[in-house]
């Protein structure tokens, strides 16, 4: 499959975007995570710990999946390929991690971090119950800030040399 230059173009645009978006959600994470552990003002911290549980994970994930699904199109699309050179690949590997991990780690928490934000503004909520929110923003915003950098730089070259074919006698 060969991408004409208009299909090519307009799925850049839109891995470009949802690349973006997702890094400007994970920014909005990290605030939020630090508004509630730290904010002075009790009524603040639970509406960080509740905005959090209420908006973050679907917009994440669909920026995520949209910026998966173009990376996968324009990969077989041109002649990057999708596991032909490292870069790619690399990408590849990082992206679907990410996806999981928004699945499997992070949603299923977000009911108790809402309960949590909750029980903040009624009495003293057990502690640590939310301590470990720091790593979702982190973790995600290296991998993505890595996976923009090897876009940038294209490094490592390919995989694997196909084979030269053998010259005719
Ligand atoms: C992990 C999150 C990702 C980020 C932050 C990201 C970021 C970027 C950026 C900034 C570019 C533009 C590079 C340039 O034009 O010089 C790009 C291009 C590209 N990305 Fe991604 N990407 C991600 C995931 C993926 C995935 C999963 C794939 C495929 C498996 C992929 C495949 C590609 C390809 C093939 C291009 C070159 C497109 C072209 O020149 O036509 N990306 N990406």
Redesign the pocket.
């Known amino acids: 499959m060969k991408l004409s230059r208009p299909a090519?173009r307009a799925l850049?645009v839109l891995?470009?975007v949802s690349?973006g978006a997702?890094?400007g959600i994970d920014v909005m994470v990290a605030v939020l995570v630090l508004t509630g552990r730290f904010a002075a003002d009790v009524a603040l911290r639970s509406l960080a710990y509740r905005a959090l549980a209420a908006f973050v994970t679907l917009p994440m994930l669909v920026s995520g999946l949209v910026?998966?699904a173009t990376?996968?199109v324009?990969?077989l699309g041109?002649k990057?390929g999708?596991v032909r050179y490292w870069w790619?690949a690399v990408?590849?590997v990082?992206?679907v991690v990410?996806c999981a991990l928004i699945l499997v780690v992070l949603q299923p928490g977000m009911d108790e971090v809402g309960a949590y934000g909750e029980d903040l503004l009624t009495g003293n909520p057990p502690a640590g119950r939310v301590s470990d929110l720091f790593f979702p923003p982190a973790v995600s915003l290296t991998?993505?800030t890595f996976?923009?950098v090897l876009?940038?730089a294209k490094p490592w070259g390919r995989r694997q040399r196909t084979p030269r074919p053998a010259k005719a006698a």
């Open positions: 090519r850049l891995h470009l690349a997702w890094i910026c998966l990376g996968v324009l990969g041109t990057w999708l790619v990408k590849l990082l992206n990410l991998c993505l996976a923009t876009s940038v």
